[in-house]
Protein backbone atom coordinates (compact mmCIF):
# COMPACT_ATOMS: atom_id res chain seq x y z
CA UNK A 1 0.00 0.00 0.00
CA UNK A 2 1.11 3.42 -0.95
CA UNK A 3 -0.32 6.59 1.42
CA UNK A 4 0.29 10.06 -0.20
CA UNK A 5 0.06 13.26 1.56
CA UNK A 6 -0.95 15.56 -1.17
CA UNK A 7 -2.31 18.61 1.35
CA UNK A 8 -1.35 19.14 5.15
CA UNK A 9 -0.30 22.02 7.11
CA UNK A 10 3.30 21.33 6.45
CA UNK A 11 4.82 20.35 3.45
CA UNK A 12 7.76 17.62 2.97
CA UNK A 13 8.29 18.58 -0.05
CA UNK A 14 9.48 22.12 -0.90
CA UNK A 15 7.77 22.60 -3.99
CA UNK A 16 4.19 21.68 -2.63
CA UNK A 17 2.22 24.35 -1.24
CA UNK A 18 1.39 23.76 3.15
CA UNK A 19 -1.94 24.99 3.73
CA UNK A 20 -4.66 24.29 6.81
CA UNK A 21 -6.32 21.35 5.76
CA UNK A 22 -6.06 17.58 4.74
CA UNK A 23 -5.86 15.03 2.15
CA UNK A 24 -4.60 11.65 0.87
CA UNK A 25 -4.11 9.71 -1.86
CA UNK A 26 -4.17 5.69 -1.19
CA UNK A 27 -2.89 3.46 -3.60
CA UNK A 28 -3.30 -0.99 -2.98
CA UNK A 29 -2.74 -3.17 -5.58
CA UNK A 30 -6.12 -4.44 -7.15
CA UNK A 31 -7.95 -1.84 -5.80
CA UNK A 32 -9.19 1.69 -7.57
CA UNK A 33 -7.30 4.91 -6.38
CA UNK A 34 -8.84 6.88 -3.52
CA UNK A 35 -8.63 10.66 -2.63
CA UNK A 36 -9.71 10.74 1.15
CA UNK A 37 -10.40 14.18 1.95
CA UNK A 38 -9.72 17.28 -0.68
CA UNK A 39 -7.93 19.62 2.08
CA UNK A 40 -9.51 23.54 2.12
CA UNK A 41 -8.49 25.09 -1.32
CA UNK A 42 -9.10 23.21 -5.07
CA UNK A 43 -6.65 25.48 -6.13
CA UNK A 44 -3.88 24.52 -4.30
CA UNK A 45 -5.09 20.36 -4.00
CA UNK A 46 -4.74 20.42 -7.84
CA UNK A 47 -1.43 21.55 -7.93
CA UNK A 48 0.19 19.83 -4.76
CA UNK A 49 -1.84 16.54 -7.09
CA UNK A 50 0.31 17.70 -10.22
CA UNK A 51 3.52 17.89 -9.18
CA UNK A 52 3.10 14.63 -7.39
CA UNK A 53 2.23 12.98 -10.42
CA UNK A 54 -1.15 11.86 -9.59
CA UNK A 55 -3.83 12.22 -12.44
CA UNK A 56 -7.42 13.82 -10.56
CA UNK A 57 -9.11 11.95 -13.58
CA UNK A 58 -7.73 8.57 -12.30
CA UNK A 59 -8.96 9.08 -9.16
CA UNK A 60 -12.06 5.90 -8.56
CA UNK A 61 -12.97 7.06 -5.22
CA UNK A 62 -13.47 10.00 -3.05
CA UNK A 63 -14.24 9.66 1.11
CA UNK A 64 -14.79 12.64 2.92
CA UNK A 65 -14.16 12.35 6.35
CA UNK A 66 -16.86 15.40 7.91
CA UNK A 67 -18.15 18.75 6.62
CA UNK A 68 -15.41 20.72 8.03
CA UNK A 69 -14.44 22.93 5.12
CA UNK A 70 -10.62 22.10 5.61
CA UNK A 71 -11.14 19.25 4.47
CA UNK A 72 -14.15 19.45 1.78
CA UNK A 73 -12.80 22.97 0.36
CA UNK A 74 -11.23 21.40 -2.68
CA UNK A 75 -14.19 19.10 -3.48
CA UNK A 76 -16.17 20.85 -6.14
CA UNK A 77 -12.78 22.06 -8.15
CA UNK A 78 -11.63 18.61 -7.97
CA UNK A 79 -15.11 17.45 -9.38
CA UNK A 80 -14.89 19.64 -12.60
CA UNK A 81 -11.92 17.70 -13.45
CA UNK A 82 -13.15 14.13 -12.23
CA UNK A 83 -16.80 13.29 -13.85
CA UNK A 84 -16.94 10.07 -12.70
CA UNK A 85 -15.41 8.88 -9.40
CA UNK A 86 -17.86 7.85 -6.27
CA UNK A 87 -18.11 9.63 -3.72
CA UNK A 88 -18.87 8.18 -0.07
CA UNK A 89 -20.03 11.08 1.90
CA UNK A 90 -20.91 10.80 5.72
CA UNK A 91 -23.95 11.40 6.51
CA UNK A 92 -23.89 14.97 8.45
CA UNK A 93 -22.24 16.54 5.36
CA UNK A 94 -24.80 17.93 3.09
CA UNK A 95 -23.20 18.68 -0.63
CA UNK A 96 -24.36 20.55 -3.21
CA UNK A 97 -26.94 18.89 -5.86
CA UNK A 98 -23.97 16.53 -8.11
CA UNK A 99 -26.25 15.45 -10.41
CA UNK A 100 -25.56 12.64 -12.50
CA UNK A 101 -22.66 11.59 -9.77
CA UNK A 102 -23.09 8.32 -7.42
CA UNK A 103 -23.24 8.95 -4.20
CA UNK A 104 -22.96 7.04 -1.04
CA UNK A 105 -24.45 8.75 2.53
CA UNK A 106 -22.59 6.72 5.04
CA UNK A 107 -23.99 6.08 8.21
CA UNK A 108 -23.01 2.71 9.77
CA UNK A 109 -19.70 0.79 8.81
CA UNK A 110 -19.21 -0.50 4.93
CA UNK A 111 -16.76 -1.50 2.58
CA UNK A 112 -15.92 1.09 0.06
CA UNK A 113 -14.24 -1.54 -2.00
CA UNK A 114 -11.99 -4.54 -1.55
CA UNK A 115 -9.34 -3.96 1.52
CA UNK A 116 -10.95 -0.81 2.34
CA UNK A 117 -13.69 -0.39 4.88
CA UNK A 118 -15.52 3.20 6.46
CA UNK A 119 -15.82 2.48 9.82
CA UNK A 120 -18.90 4.41 9.70
CA UNK A 121 -19.94 8.12 11.21
CA UNK A 122 -18.79 8.12 13.99
CA UNK A 123 -20.87 10.04 17.04
CA UNK A 124 -22.60 11.52 14.48
CA UNK A 125 -20.13 13.50 12.88
CA UNK A 126 -16.83 11.55 11.26
CA UNK A 127 -15.65 8.58 9.24
CA UNK A 128 -12.60 6.90 8.54
CA UNK A 129 -11.14 4.91 6.50
CA UNK A 130 -9.89 1.15 7.50
CA UNK A 131 -7.33 -0.32 5.37
CA UNK A 132 -6.31 -4.26 5.61
CA UNK A 133 -2.62 -5.09 4.56
CA UNK A 134 -0.68 -8.10 5.16
CA UNK A 135 1.29 -6.31 8.22
CA UNK A 136 -2.28 -5.67 9.85
CA UNK A 137 -4.88 -2.08 9.75
CA UNK A 138 -4.05 1.27 8.54
CA UNK A 139 -6.39 3.84 10.30
CA UNK A 140 -6.82 7.04 7.94
CA UNK A 141 -8.22 9.69 10.21
CA UNK A 142 -9.85 13.23 9.10
CA UNK A 143 -9.30 15.13 12.21
CA UNK A 144 -10.32 12.52 14.48
CA UNK A 145 -13.30 14.67 16.03
CA UNK A 146 -15.01 11.25 17.42
CA UNK A 147 -11.97 10.65 19.43
CA UNK A 148 -8.67 8.39 18.90
CA UNK A 149 -10.24 5.64 21.34
CA UNK A 150 -13.82 5.11 19.63
CA UNK A 151 -11.91 5.41 15.78
CA UNK A 152 -9.58 2.56 16.62
CA UNK A 153 -12.33 0.56 18.65
CA UNK A 154 -14.53 1.09 15.27
CA UNK A 155 -11.58 -0.23 13.32
CA UNK A 156 -10.50 -3.24 15.26
CA UNK A 157 -13.60 -5.30 13.88
CA UNK A 158 -11.83 -5.85 10.54
CA UNK A 159 -8.37 -6.80 12.57
CA UNK A 160 -5.34 -5.87 13.98
CA UNK A 161 -4.76 -2.07 14.07
CA UNK A 162 -0.95 -1.92 13.37
CA UNK A 163 -1.05 1.71 11.99
CA UNK A 164 -2.82 5.70 12.00
CA UNK A 165 -2.29 8.49 9.64
CA UNK A 166 -4.40 11.66 10.00
CA UNK A 167 -5.10 14.39 12.25
CA UNK A 168 -5.59 13.80 16.00
CA UNK A 169 -6.69 17.22 17.10
CA UNK A 170 -6.19 17.32 20.91
CA UNK A 171 -5.69 13.48 21.40
CA UNK A 172 -3.49 12.90 24.97
CA UNK A 173 -3.97 9.34 25.42
CA UNK A 174 -1.15 8.07 24.50
CA UNK A 175 -1.13 5.31 25.57
CA UNK A 176 -3.58 3.94 23.00
CA UNK A 177 -1.14 4.08 20.80
CA UNK A 178 1.51 1.56 22.41
CA UNK A 179 0.62 -1.36 20.62
CA UNK A 180 0.58 0.25 17.04
CA UNK A 181 4.03 0.02 14.48
CA UNK A 182 3.72 3.47 13.10
CA UNK A 183 1.78 6.97 13.61
CA UNK A 184 1.96 9.43 11.27
CA UNK A 185 0.09 12.71 13.36
CA UNK A 186 -0.37 15.44 11.08
CA UNK A 187 -2.86 18.42 10.24
CA UNK A 188 -4.68 19.31 13.26
CA UNK A 189 -2.65 17.41 15.84
CA UNK A 190 -1.89 19.89 19.05
CA UNK A 191 0.52 17.41 20.88
CA UNK A 192 2.71 16.45 17.90
CA UNK A 193 5.89 16.54 20.17
CA UNK A 194 4.92 14.69 23.11
CA UNK A 195 3.56 11.79 20.41
CA UNK A 196 6.98 11.82 19.24
CA UNK A 197 8.42 12.30 22.48
CA UNK A 198 6.49 9.27 24.09
CA UNK A 199 6.97 6.87 20.94
CA UNK A 200 10.20 8.16 18.25
CA UNK A 201 10.33 4.84 17.25
CA UNK A 202 7.08 4.77 16.13
CA UNK A 203 6.68 8.45 14.84
CA UNK A 204 6.34 9.15 11.03
CA UNK A 205 7.02 13.00 9.99
CA UNK A 206 4.11 14.22 7.63
CA UNK A 207 4.14 17.11 5.52
CA UNK A 208 2.70 17.57 1.82
CA UNK A 209 4.53 15.55 -0.50
CA UNK A 210 5.22 13.06 2.27
CA UNK A 211 5.03 8.96 0.61
CA UNK A 212 4.55 6.39 3.09
CA UNK A 213 4.17 2.27 1.76
CA UNK A 214 3.51 -0.17 3.90
Known sequence: M????????????????????FSCYIELENTPGILFDTGANGSILLSNMEKLGIDPAAVDIVVISHAHWDHTGGLLKFLKVNDTARLYLPASFHSPPLPGRQVVEVRGSIEVCDNIFSTGELMGTEQSLVVQTDKGLVVIAGCSHPGV????????????VRALIGGLHGFQEFHLLKDLQWVCACHCTQHQSEIKEFYPEKWVDGGAGKVIEV
Do not use: C, E, M, Q
Open 2 to 21: KITLVYDNTAHKPDLVADWG
Open 149 to 160: GPILKAASRFGT
